[in-house]
């Protein structure tokens, strides 16, 4: 925290206003608030527009996970803008933490009324948007939260007939952080189910598996000053029709997906593949089908099946232009297994890469425990095994839960307790609050939360409709106003401590 001294202070107002905009962007939001209610050379300062984008893009490019996206190209936000949505990432940072704080619960939305009937849902990553797709066709829907008004719009179009009925039985999202604007890619797992309907041009639907792979990038209109989302489809092909498919998990170049029936699974490099042969090469892992998946970098596989955790090199599994049905391989070798700790429910959180490590947050019966998997620097550096770090235990497992990086959501009727975790590098203190009831819903539902946004969707499988409970925490003083500054309770500024990220 900086200390203002007179002295000090007149010295620096004799520099260079160019040297100052430089001095004040290398600071934190919390210094250059404070420095604002100095003088009013340091207000002007603080309100120059090259300050918040140094600012705006040192917070979006180092912090863990990434507080904020960029939904529009740096050079269209103004200083004020820039400001308010740093700010709005602390905000809802002081109300996760703050024993007052009373969440924001949204008015339930039917998506069935919208979209008719729902086969998936998927809240991504940011929490503005959410997926729902369509059982009539398999069209998938986006909604936009940062909207007054709550309407769905077409974001990715059918590949099948519009009188079909189609299941999307996994998604899949990658994040893209390379691109400008917030962009990431899709894998959609679609079913067609057989229908005895003739069609007078297609005859008779026959059941049909299809994935596809789609590119979701965010488009600036600059005429109306609003942000949309435009999807491109950069694969499709088909799959066997009589496998039932499990989890799916999309990374890079690479698409994984499990079967059921079939006790295997299977990982595709989706940019290779297209078109309506079946009969594409495939790498498989053998005997294993697991209830949840996720690729890793280094072509690393880590499957959750049977109570614990297996991690494979599939750069060392056997490959084939087999159908699933028709493989018939040997198990294969993994490179490293859990011993010690049991998963009843064979749950993996998207993994958080970093420039050195992969970390996993899992949910075991005595609490949550991470996984770190290292990634060797170089090509010839050995690579260390991967382990598992305590990050938060209770006496009893809640009845509902939900979790990323740092945050979790228990519910334990009737209290709702918002926690937070560090990791072990990580200089932070672990603790909870209690509140009072905020969940009232007992069964049916299924929750989904966003740690940088402080929303959680909670989404009713049985009616289709969702709602959004968000934190958000007191306004920060920004000193725009200097009455208002000078009465504002010091606790707004001095009592703030900022929250330590995992830098990378």
Excluded at 243 to 264: E, K, T, V, W
Excluded at 347 to 376: A, K, Q, S
Excluded at 403 to 419: C, N, Q, R
């Amino acid at each position: 925290m900086l200390s203002y001294d007179s002295s000090q202070g007149s010295l620096l107002t004799l520099l260079p206003p160019e040297l100052l905009i430089r001095i004040f962007g290398t600071l934190g939001w919390r210094e250059i608030l404070n420095l604002r209610r100095v003088c009013r050379l340091f207000d002007d300062i603080s309100h120059a527009r090259p300050v918040w984008v140094s600012v705006f893009t040192r917070y979006k490019t180092t912090v863990v996970p990434r507080p904020f996206h960029q939904y529009q190209p740096v050079d269209t936000y103004s200083s004020k803008e820039l400001e308010k949505t740093v700010l709005k990432w602390q905000r809802t940072e002081l109300a996760w933490d703050a024993d007052d704080a009373s969440p924001l619960r949204r008015p339930a939305i039917n998506i069935k009324s919208h979209i008719g009937p729902v086969s998936a849902v998927h809240f991504i990553e940011g929490g503005r948007w959410i997926l729902a797709a369509s059982k009539r066709g398999g069209r998938v829907y986006c909604y936009d939260l940062d909207r007054k008004k709550l309407t769905p719009f077409s974001l990715i179009p059918t590949p099948f007939e519009k009188d079909a009925e189609v299941d999307v039985l996994s998604i899949s999202v990658d994040m893209d952080y390379s691109a400008e604007l917030f962009t990431f890619n899709v894998a959609l797992f679609l079913r067609r189910r057989a229908s005895k309907i003739t069609n007078i041009t297609t005859g008779p639907h026959s059941e049909k598996r299809l994935i596809q792979v789609w590119r979701v990038s965010a488009e600036w209109n600059s005429v109306s000053q609003k942000t949309k989302l435009a999807a491109r489809l950069l694969s499709s092909f088909p799959e066997e029709t009589i496998i039932h498919p499990g989890s799916l998990s999309l990374l890079g170049s690479h698409l994984a997906y499990s079967f059921d029936n079939l006790r295997c699974t299977v990982i595709v490099e989706w940019a290779a593949v297209g078109g309506v042969n079946i009969d594409f090469p495939r790498k498989y892992l053998p005997g294993i089908c697991g209830q949840s998946l996720a690729l890793l970098p280094n072509k690393q596989i880590l499957v959750s099946h049977s109570e614990k955790l297996e991690l494979w090199d599939y750069n060392m599994l056997p490959e084939s232009s087999l159908l699933p049905s028709q493989q018939d391989f040997s198990r294969v070798r993994t490179l490293w297994s859990s011993h010690h700790i049991h998963l009843p429910f064979n749950h993996i959180l998207r993994p958080l890469v970093t420039h050195d490590m992969t970390r996993i947050v899992l949910d075991t019966m005595d609490g949550l425990h991470g996984l770190i998997v290292p990634c060797p620097g170089s090509i010839d550096e050995e690579v260390q095994p991967p382990s598992i770090v305590p990050l938060f235990q209770w006496l009893s497992h809640p009845h509902f839960m939900t979790f990323s990086f740092h945050k979790a959501i228990l519910v334990t009727f009737p209290e709702t307790g918002t926690i937070r975790f560090s990791w072990p590098d990580e200089k932070r203190t672990m603790w909870t609050t209690r509140k009072e009831s905020i969940f009232k819903e007992r069964q049916g539902f299924s929750f989904s939360m966003d740690e940088s946004s402080g929303r959680i969707l909670v989404w009713n499988n049985q009616s289709s409709s969702y709602f959004i409970v968000e934190w958000v925490g007191p306004l920060v003083a920004t000193g725009e106003e200097r009455e208002e500054s000078a009465e504002a309770p010091a606790s707004n500024l001095e009592g703030i401590e900022q929250t330590t990220y995992l830098n990378v």
